[in-house]
């Protein structure tokens, strides 16, 4: 549990408790009561600002109160010292017994130390990837599918119920350009010299395939026939085709879909007049003529014309947008807000959408037609994910086959291992720039957070090791009973004092859709724990091991096995397996 949580429990009972005793002439409004680590360590474990907040209802001063509610906060057995600062804010300091406890909970829970009800099973839609159906991914769709994931993961362990999902662009000129594209290398595979790929075709050889599989199910059924009249045949074929490469690519890192949701599928079942019905029984479309657009410069660039349009500007978006063309064909906008409804209508009112930072553009008018067709009701955020740099030894790699570089999804993980990619692309915020050298990932030094964080846990286990060889194999079981009293050192107390902020900042990482919170996390318990491993190399007081005195020995690997259970319980979160040896 958030230990926060648990003290603020604490202060609003003690609240309670002067109520009810008379020393208060109601029972204020506590909604605002927080209990947050203190901005300056040496001030304690936890800060409340319960008096400043609530003197007011109980017509006192916030000083006068903060020495009422210390006194009665000085009886619990959890806390050892309460100080009150400046105008009225309230300083706890939590008693060795107390973090004991916590470690306790840590070595009972397991990996699912960190798990929360934040969530309260509320429906979360997470979509991302979404990467058009037209060829394999390249090394640009890395970082939204690793990221996309670990948001995922994250909610989950927060308590939602979340959906992964990914949306395929099935329809439109990009597809159609992809089945004519696979009937040419269908004739190909027939034996038809296709020459050089014409303009207006896919020209990567991952098409060949495609070709061959209809020319060797078909034979020269097609050959006689039009495209245009087998067009819808060859592009379902291709559209399937370039799926399956696509989840080839997304199972070599270990991401997987519960929904896989058609763009066609959606227009052809009525969803796209579904969701304009909705928008025209709240009067939010008309017929109109927008103004040029800023990106037309000279007049030949625009032409106005009378178009369907939505009032998008009622829900904060810069300008209204279109709908459907004079010619009344629908825009490429028109689509997504039948998307966003069909989510709505399948229960989902919390949407999570991960983009690349180049549809920065598109974030406001779809936030926009999400509150206008679900009424409000349902939440769209957009997490755009930058770029990545990726470089070798510090040179820029040049995407090229021709230089023998990779420029595929795969191509990256047949070089670089599944966990350490995904971990490297969560070590920065989501819309920062990430540097990826194909090099430095691999380096074993503490300036390479996925080495240090694993590092950490091959080298608990490493003592795990020793310790069987040294007490026999009884020593690791029923640690949670060891007299963790023994454990006095100041750097053992701070470890577990950074093992028990991990469901904090679970919580707030997923509050914030910030999945890197936890990389940075993890990299600071690792570095504490390294910090205590090298202690006992200088002191050999702190060794965790000691011949001599097994109920230390004891109470020291509980400590380091509480540390392995943080260390897996985050990398679960980013699907990412902690070794035990390196």
Not at 261 to 282: D, F, N, P, Q
Not at 298 to 303: I, L, M, N, T, V
Not at 418 to 426: A, E, G, H, I, S
Not at 470 to 487: K, R, V
Request: glycine fraction near 8%; aromatic fraction near 10%; hydrophobic fraction near 40%.
């Amino acid at each position: 549990m958030n230990i926060f949580t648990l003290l603020r429990t604490e202060v609003l009972n003690a609240v309670g408790v002067l109520a009810q005793s008379g020393k208060l002439d109601k029972v204020p409004d506590t909604a605002r009561v927080t209990v947050e680590p203190p901005r300056d360590a040496a001030h304690g474990d936890a800060a409340t600002n319960a008096a400043m907040v609530l003197a007011g209802q109980a017509g006192m001063k916030p000083r006068d109160f903060a020495d009422l509610l210390a006194r009665e906060l000085e009886k619990l057995p959890a806390i050892e010292k309460v100080d009150v600062a400046g105008p009225g804010f309230i300083n706890l300091k939590l008693s060795d017994a107390f973090w004991y406890d916590q470690l306790k909970t840590i070595l009972t829970e397991k990996e699912h130390y960190g798990d929360s009800d934040m969530g309260h099973g509320e429906k979360v839609n997470v979509e991302f990837v979404s990467v058009n159906p037209t060829g394999p991914m390249h090394v640009g769709h890395v970082r939204g599918a690793v990221f996309g994931d670990a948001l995922a993961g994250l909610l989950t362990k927060a308590g939602y119920d979340v959906t992964r999902e990914y949306y395929m662009n099935d329809r439109g000129a990009q597809v159609d350009k992809l089945a004519r594209s696979a009937y040419l290398r269908y004739r190909e595979a027939m034996g038809e010299d296709i020459g050089e790929i014409p303009e207006g075709y896919y020209p990567g050889d991952y098409l060949k395939p495609v070709g061959q599989f209809i020319a060797q199910k078909d034979g020269d059924k097609w050959m006689s026939v039009k495209e245009e009249e087998c067009h819808t045949y060859f592009r379902d074929i291709a559209v399937q085709k370039m799926m399956d490469l696509i989840r080839a690519d997304l199972d070599k890192a270990d991401i997987h879909f519960d929904v896989f949701a058609s763009e066609r599928a959606i227009g052809e079942s009525g969803g796209i007049e579904r969701a304009l019905k909705v928008l025209e029984e709240r009067g939010l479309i008309y017929q109109g003529v927008l103004e040029k657009p800023k990106s037309a410069k000279a007049p030949e660039d625009w032409e106005p014309q009378e178009m369907t349009i939505f009032k998008s500007t009622a829900f904060g978006d810069e300008t209204d947008r279109p709908l459907k063309r004079s010619d009344g064909t629908y825009t490429y906008f028109t689509p997504d807000i039948a998307y966003q409804y069909d989510k709505y209508q399948r229960g989902f009112k919390k949407l999570i959408m991960v983009l690349g930072a180049d549809h920065a553009g598109y974030v406001t008018r779809l936030k926009s037609a999400v509150k206008a067709v679900t009424n409000g009701e349902a939440d769209l955020d957009i997490k755009l994910v930058q770029m990545v740099s990726f470089s070798e030894n510090g040179q820029p790699l040049k995407m090229s086959k021709r230089a023998g570089t990779f420029v595929t999804f795969a191509d990256l993980l047949n070089q670089i291992e599944k966990d350490v990619v995904r971990f490297f692309m969560l070590t920065r915020k989501n819309d920062s720039q990430l540097d990826f050298d194909l090099v430095k990932v691999k380096e074993q030094s503490k300036d390479n957070p996925v080495f240090y964080v694993q590092y950490a846990n091959a080298r608990a286990h490493s003592v795990f090791r020793h310790a069987e060889e040294m007490f026999g194999a009884d020593i690791l079981t029923d640690l949670a009973s060891s007299d963790m009293s023994l454990l006095q050192d100041e750097a053992e107390l701070a470890l577990i004092r950074t093992l028990a902020a991990f469901p904090r900042q679970v919580e707030q990482a997923a509050e914030a859709n910030e999945p890197h919170r936890i990389a940075y996390y993890l990299y600071e318990l690792a570095s504490a724990f390294h910090a205590l491993w090298n202690k006992g190399r200088d002191d050999v007081q702190m060794r965790f091991l000691d011949e001599k005195n097994k109920n230390l020995s004891k109470a020291r690997l509980a400590l380091i096995t509480a540390v392995t259970n943080v260390i897996g319980s985050g990398l679960k979160i980013f699907g990412v397996v902690p070794v035990k040896e390196m």
